[in-house]
């Protein structure tokens, strides 16, 4: 009987983090942008920063607003974030700590600088990742979970040059702490110039690779810092760093429906982004903050 065969994923497409600043935080974003509306389950990604805040600064801008129908992943590359939703949650995660947000059926929160950061000011960098929910879990109870570096498993590879901090799903024979409603894997990876790493087992998977510094290869096709990569059709992914290189790696089942998104809610049907416009009105997403 034949083995099958291993089909290597390769570099179909490039898109640019283009440049969109929220007030005086540096922003810029690869989706959705032209020629990418999402990325299977991945819907919308910013990368703030990197820049430093000077001493009595005004911090994050992002006040309280509301969210439905989907999650967020947050990463903290450098800096610390204060988080507060109206489900009674809240955290302060510093830098290389990750918070995840199922939004579901709706609340309300606020992700601001902590105020010692305020006060001193320092380097901030944050990717925020917005990943869709399936019709049947849009209207699912709201939870959060925010854990810090050291509550994340880092995994080194087998040739020592790069950790892969795991977030969700499963490598190497152990599994990452935050629980996916959707069976997603979710890690960065932190590699030096050479280092190399391999997933298996993505046929049928849309795979997420953002390159937030440094540069990366994949079957010798090359991608820059700022870019996230689309990548074609393969049961496994090899990347190797050519520099030292900080990326986003992730990979999930796409979901098959429709989405029609307004601000900050995403749902299946107009009809239910006036529900939630309508429900947000009237104080349906929780205890106010």
């Given amino acids: 009987m034949s083995t099958p065969m291993t089909v290597q994923r390769r570099i179909i497409c490039l898109f640019p983090a283009l440049r969109d600043d929220i007030g005086d935080l540096t922003t810029r974003r ?60 809240e955290s302060i995660i510093e830098a290389g700590g990750v918070q995840w947000m199922t939004a579901g059926s709706g609340l309300v929160h606020e992700e601001v600088s902590p105020e010692a950061f305020k006060r001193t000011g320092g380097p901030l960098e944050i990717i925020q990742l917005w990943v869709n929910l399936p019709a049947r879990l849009k209207m699912t109870a709201p939870r959060y979970l925010g854990l810090q570096r050291d509550q994340i498993p880092a995994i080194a ?36 110039a050479g280092a190399s790493i391999t997933l298996d087992a993505l046929e049928g998977r849309e ?3 953002y390159v937030v510094r440094g540069s990366i290869a994949v079957e010798g096709d090359v991608a820059p810092a700022a870019h996230l990569v689309r990548l074609g059709a393969g049961d ?22 429709p989405i029609v998104s307004h601000g900050p809610f995403v749902m299946n049907t107009v009809q239910e982004i006036h529900r939630a416009y309508a429900d947000y009105q009237a104080g349906r997403f929780g205890v106010p903050l």
């Fill in 30 to 89: 690869p989706v959705p942008g032209p020629g990418l509306d999402h990325l299977g389950p991945f819907l919308f990604l910013n990368h703030h920063g990197p820049q430093v805040y000077a001493p009595f600064n005004r911090g994050l801008p992002f006040g309280p607003h509301p969210h439905r129908g989907f999650e967020t992943v947050t990463f903290m590359v450098t800096g610390p974030l204060a988080h507060r939703d109206t489900a009674g949650h």
């Fill in 157 to 192: 590879t087998p040739d020592g040059l790069a950790t892969l901090n795991l977030i969700a799903g499963d490598y190497a024979g152990q599994s990452g702490p935050f629980p996916s409603l959707t069976g997603l894997f979710m890690a960065t990876v932190e590699a030096k």
């Fill in 236 to 257: 496994r992914l090899t990347l190797t760093a050519r520099e030292d290189a900080y990326v986003i790696l992730g990979h999930g089942a796409p979901i098959d429906e």
């Fill in 207 to 209: 795979v997420l690779l």
